[in-house]
T-cell receptor
Framework: NAGVTQTPKFQVLKTGQSMTLQCAQD?????MYWYRQDPGMGLRLIYY???????DKGEVPNGYNVSRLNKREFSLRLESAAPSQTSVYFC????????????FGPGTRLLVL | QKEVEQNSGPLSVPEGAIASLNCTYS??????FFWYRQYSGKSPELIMF????GDKEDGRFTAQLNKASQYVSLLIRDSQPSDSATYLC???????????FGRGTSLIVHP
């Protein structure tokens, strides 16, 4: 049982480049989330998916797109990366049996030059 | 004003002492409250959740909830250097199940 996995672990991009962050969970959770974490800002929700086939914006969606490929996978895409998107990105899934407790992946550290 | 507020710290306590971490929230309708621990360079992990007024104990950890005053606390008894981490308070609000996270309190337990 791997829990929540994310790839890549670390990425360096140049301004304007695009990339997709991958996330998968094997806990059969319906809901999945993408957060970014910046120093002093805490965790901020980018997008979430309450179930397969649905996605909704969170607090900071600008510059990002998401795809809920199936129940297991939820990807985050940066179409044209900007230095302001330098951050640590966490994917999470939640358990409705446990009051929607969130389980986090190991994170992706992204540096945009 | 952020919906979930925490003192950023750092809170420094000696080994063996009780560490007290506090969190206030703005939505009176919030029903569930979570504490996550995050070690430096790692992802958050759940350590406690509480949904009833009063105390909930799990080993050295106690969560205290006071809905009337809109605060939730985390007490760590017999603090160990391995407890040194950032503690995040998370509270779903606005009728949503999705939590808003506080900015976290950094705890340092020194030998």
């Amino acid at each position: 049982n791997a829990g929540v996995t994310q790839t890549p672990k670390f990425q360096v991009l140049k301004t304007g480049q695009s990339m997709t962050l991958q996330c998968a969970q094997d806990m059969n959770h319906n809901s999945m989330y993408w957060y970014r974490q910046d120093p002093g800002m805490g965790l901020r929700l980018i997008y979430y998916s309450a179930s397969e086939g649905t996605t909704d914006k969170g607090e900071v969606p600008n510059g990002y797109n998401v795809s809920r490929l199936n129940k297991r996978e939820f990807s985050l895409r940066l179409e044209s990366a900007a230095p302001s998107q330098t951050s640590v990105y966490f994917c999470a899934s939640s358990d409705p049996q446990g009051w929607e407790t969130q389980y986090f992946g190991p994170g992706t550290r992204l540096l945009v030059l | 004003q952020k919906e979930v507020e925490q003192n950023s710290g750092p809170l420094s306590v000696p080994e063996g002492a009780i560490a007290s971490l506090n969190c206030t929230y703005s939505d009176r309708g919030s029903q569930s409250f979570f504490w996550y621990r995050q070690y430096s360079g790692k992802s958050p992990e759940l350590i406690m959740f509480i949904y009833s007024n009063g105390d909930k104990e799990d080993g050295r950890f106690t969560a205290q909830l006071n809905k009337a005053s809109q605060y939730v606390s985390l007490l760590i008894r017999d603090s160990q250097p391995s407890d040194s981490a950032t503690y995040l308070c998370a509270v779903p609000s606005g009728g949503s199940y999705i939590p808003t996270f506080g900015r976290g309190t950094s705890l340092i337990v020194h030998p």
